[in-house]
């Protein structure tokens, strides 16, 4: 006998939660983007979801009442349950140590939670047809992978009183405390005068062979700057791989932008090593999907991205990609309208988060009872491809349904004309009337009549 089921029964299946088998870790944030956060939680995804949070509240209250531990255990938790979603978070300056008593100035909570993930951000703009584009030849999404490990943000620096002959040694020395024999990679500073040395920048590598001394630069005078960075061979390698998986996913090119000619070992490492593994894992996939891997130089990938119609992966080193991500956000319209996911090495833990910060501004208006008009675009698609990874791991059809619909009913309120400040300034100019936007909540709700729309459609097929 074969059950029919009525459109009745199909309507109330549409609503009815979709169960979510396994854990994600939620990561609070600060300012505008918290209000916004438990906002879409309410609207967006408890009334459709039976999910299983992991929460951790990394608000700057939090961080310092923490230590800062709470971030270092969400990024754990993160490893252990493959799935995070994160709101903005503030990095706090003088200005903020001030502002909220800190005991501390922390570290960026990005920083420190990729760090520890050592993984590769991949951020990628969502476009909306009506939504003008200041780079106009851009017909197509550009995808950027920024290597989330190393180099300028776990580099040591320092202020260099006087004169002085730097130095970078790299050798084995004596056993450390744990009974392991250390190689150690510091700057020293000889006096021109007396020439004690100093340590001044430390990392602890394990290694063997003899002691390699370089004169880096001799200071006069006043003194001035240095700065030590460093990365890793596995992570590159990981950077690598990743940055080639998602190309072939996409079926675009891959394009890697460094300035070798100029840091001919640091930068001719990533070049060497994207090339070895291209060759022995990726070349013969790629050329039978017609698309194909290409190094280029920085200033000239800059160019060309700016000439190019889009429709390729760019993998840059962390600090490019913090700058070209930036850039790509405003060229495609909005750093509102940008996904940003960092996938780590073993290919199945990501930590989808928005591109944007915390909002400020329109947080003061907020606190005083002020009306805003805050885009929530970044951190709902945060949460869909948060929860779109939760649904491949989990084999999970009606999550990965769900999470599709909801991203479509984003783009679908704007393109319907529902749409926050930012982006109706975009198509009307500074000039743009009270009626031509919605407020913050406004823009929400309307996001949620799209997505009840949308689930319904299939219940009434």
Not at 77 to 100: H, M, Q, S, W
Not at 113 to 139: A, D, H, M, Q, Y
Not at 339 to 360: F, M, N, Q, R, Y
């Amino acid at each position: 006998m074969i059950a029919v089921i009525t459109q009745k029964q199909q309507v109330k299946m549409a609503f009815d939660k979709i169960k979510v088998t396994n854990p994600i870790v939620e990561m609070d944030g600060d300012e505008m983007t918290r209000v916004i956060w438990k906002s879409i939680k309410d609207k967006l995804i408890f009334p459709f979801l039976d999910l299983d949070i992991k929460y951790f509240d990394l608000g700057l209250p939090n961080r310092d009442a923490t230590d800062d531990r709470v971030t270092i255990e969400s990024a754990e938790a993160t490893l252990k349950y493959n799935v995070a979603i994160k709101c903005a978070t503030i990095t706090p300056d003088e200005g903020r140590v001030k502002e909220f008593n800190l005991k501390n100035m922390w570290k960026s909570p990005n920083g420190t939670i990729r760090n520890i993930l050592n993984g590769t951000v991949f951020r990628e703009p969502i476009i909306c047809k009506n939504i003008p584009r200041l780079v106009s030849g851009w017909t197509k999404p550009i995808c950027i992978g920024r290597h989330a490990f190393g180099d300028q943000y776990r580099a040591t620096d320092t202020v260099i009183q006087g004169p002085g002959k730097l130095k970078l040694v790299f050798g084995k020395f004596p056993v450390s405390t744990d009974g392991l024999s250390n190689s150690l990679l510091f700057w020293v500073l000889e006096d021109a005068f007396s020439f004690t040395s100093v340590i001044i920048i430390y990392a602890v590598p394990d290694g063997q062979g003899e002691k390699k001394e370089f004169e880096v630069f001799k200071f006069k005078g006043a003194g001035g700057v240095a700065l030590s960075m460093y990365n890793t061979d596995e992570s590159i390698h990981a950077f690598a791989e990743a940055s080639m998986n998602t190309a072939y996913l996409k079926k675009w090119p891959l394009y890697l932008s460094t300035k070798n000619t100029i840091l001919k070992k640091y930068d001719g490492r990533f070049k060497d090593i994207f090339q070895e593994v291209y060759e022995m894992q990726w070349k013969s996939k790629f050329e039978a999907a017609g698309i194909w891997y290409e190094h280029r130089l920085i200033d000239d990938m800059v160019a060309y991205a700016l000439k190019s119609e889009g429709g390729y992966v760019w993998a840059c080193k962390n600090y490019d990609g913090d700058v070209q991500s930036d850039f790509l956000a405003q060229g495609f319209g909005s750093l509102g309208l940008m996904t940003s996911v960092l996938v780590c090495p073993d290919g199945k833990t990501i930590e989808a988060e928005a591109a944007h910060g915390t909002v400020t501004r329109h947080f003061r208006v907020h606190q005083k009872g002020g009306e805003t008009s805050t885009n929530s675009i970044a951190s709902i698609f945060a949460w869909s491809r948060g929860l779109a990874h939760r649904a491949k791991l989990d084999g999970n059809v009606r999550l990965s349904d769900f999470t599709a619909k909801l991203e479509a009913s984003c783009i679908g309120a704007v393109e319907s004309g529902n749409m926050t400040k930012d982006l109706a300034l975009l198509i009307h100019g500074p000039r743009v009337s009270r009626g031509r936007y919605l407020n913050t909540e406004e823009f929400i709700d309307a996001v949620a009549e799209e997505l009840k729309a949308r689930l319904l459609v299939r219940a009434k097929l």
